[in-house]
């Protein structure tokens, strides 16, 4: 490929906004970002993130347009004095900001459908750098925009998720497409990648289960990604090499083979959308009793379209009384074994399944901390419960390692994994 070719199928991301730096919002933008031009040959190789600094942006700006031919930039579009990027990128680019008739009736009109009318704020968002192209924002107010600078396509986009994807999909890959098809086509791939979510092994257990799948001189990167949810497993192709279906097949067919039980999900699926689609399938019904999740499993499960049909109930029963009080367990269980452990997690369930009347129960106890650990309960133990009202409930212990949040997303995954093999395995008696 001539040298001069190759920028245009290396991008970058710059996420803008102060609030990605001090912990406040993480960018989710960048993996949809990249997922999508993926799709369409371009690989993204770089991600920066700046605060809401003009020179900041322009500085980022200037750095991305000397290593990728496409730059896809999020935030700072909005109507509060904090958003400068049309100002950073008028500015860097030797650009005059201008009122965009296209620009300026679009976000009126999309106003007037909400009852309102453009604040002095909000008319800062139809100022377009001169030459840049108006990408139209079908869901929200801010318009974007695209303009030609230094071999570069610069292109800028609102940072809310649901306005960026809309844009991306309806108007940023068509207009990439436009403009760069002579060199995408036929001299690119698609980039393909293949997911698999698993929970229950460490990210070490599962790059010992796949070594030695991706052997020397194949095209596909293999990628590995820890989380409380569990490790995720990442095939992707490699630019401008064509790998076929069959041969990427065969490698998720391995992936499959080797990880086995330990693979809940593929591609966009969560471990919530497993279990809801399971108990459907087998007409259950679900009540929840959860102690140191606080809801947590309640709010993924509900969180699935349709989940009305398993979800019944759900109680949180953080103190021993609310245990005894709301589920029946029994104080001198409490007092005997204490709150969290193995019998308590099992009357929970049994409790919340007999006073729901569904068809199964399910609880979790355990010490979130940072606090309230003792030596022969330190934090991170948890116990998950379930009962079918058939023989004995089943109880699990766990330790977990991390902060509070981290403990009780680990304990949510844990009771909903328990859950989903229970259904697998009751399906297939």
Same mark, same amino acid.
């Given at each position: ?30 993996? %949809? ?9 371009? $690989?993204?190789? %770089? ?39 049309? $100002? ?107 997911? %698999? ?5 460490? $990210?070490?257990? !599962? ?12 095209? !596909? ?42 693979? %809940? ?10 279990? *809801? ?54 104080? $001198? ?30 609880? !979790? ?16 133990? !948890? ?18 390692? *991390? ?27």
């Amino acid at each position: 490929m001539p040298p001069g070719l190759q920028r245009w199928f290396i991008a970058e991301t710059i996420a803008i906004g102060s609030e990605l730096l001090v912990g406040g919002r993480s960018d989710s933008n960048s993996l %949809f970002i990249a997922d999508r031009l993926g799709g369409n040959g371009i $690989e993204v190789r %770089f991600k920066s993130i700046v605060g809401d600094h003009r020179a900041d942006i322009m500085t980022a700006i200037h750095t991305a347009s000397r290593r990728a031919g496409v730059i896809v930039m999020t935030g700072g579009l909005g109507p509060t004095i904090d958003d400068c990027t049309r $100002e950073a990128v008028a500015e860097v680019t030797g650009r005059r900001l201008a009122r965009r008739k296209a620009a300026f009736e679009g976000m009126v009109a999309r106003l007037a459908q909400w009852g309102r009318t453009p604040n002095k704020g909000q008319l800062r968002q139809a100022l377009i750098p001169s030459g840049a192209v108006v990408l139209p924002n079908p869901v929200g107010s801010a318009p974007g925009f695209a303009l030609l600078w230094k071999r570069a396509i610069v292109i800028a986009l609102p940072g809310v998720p649901r306005e960026m994807e809309a844009m991306m999909e309806g108007t940023v890959i068509p207009f990439l497409t436009e403009q760069l098809g002579h060199v995408l086509t036929p001299r690119s791939h698609p980039i393909q990648r293949s997911v %698999f979510h698993t929970w229950g092994l460490s $990210e070490a257990d !599962v790059d010992t289960k796949l070594h030695g799948l991706i052997t020397a001189g194949t095209p !596909v990167d293999l990628g590995l990604l820890a989380s409380p949810m569990g490790v995720l497993v990442s095939l992707t192709t490699k630019p401008h090499h064509a790998v076929g279906r069959t041969g990427l097949e065969s490698l998720e067919q391995a992936v499959r083979s080797r990880l086995g039980e330990w693979i %809940f999900a593929e591609g966009q699926d969560t471990m919530e959308a497993v279990v *809801g689609r399971l108990l459907s399938k087998h007409t259950l019904t679900i009540a929840l009793a959860e102690s140191c999740t606080g809801g947590l499993i309640g709010h993924r499960l509900t969180q699935v379209p349709g989940s009305s049909a398993y979800v019944d109930r759900g109680a949180i029963c953080y103190s021993d009384r609310a245990k005894t009080d709301m589920l029946g367990v029994p104080a $001198e269980l409490i007092a005997r074994h204490g709150a969290v452990s193995r019998e308590v997690a099992a009357a929970m369930a049994r409790g919340i399944r007999e006073r729901s009347g569904v068809s199964v129960g399910l609880s !979790v106890t355990g010490i979130a901390g940072p606090g309230g650990a003792t030596e022969a309960k330190p934090v991170g133990l !948890v116990y998950v419960g379930l009962d079918d009202g058939v023989g004995e409930p089943l109880s699990k212990e766990f330790r977990f390692h *991390g902060d509070r949040l981290t403990i009780k997303q680990r304990s949510s995954q844990a009771a909903l994994d328990l859950l989903r093999r229970w259904l697998i395995e009751r399906g297939n008696r």
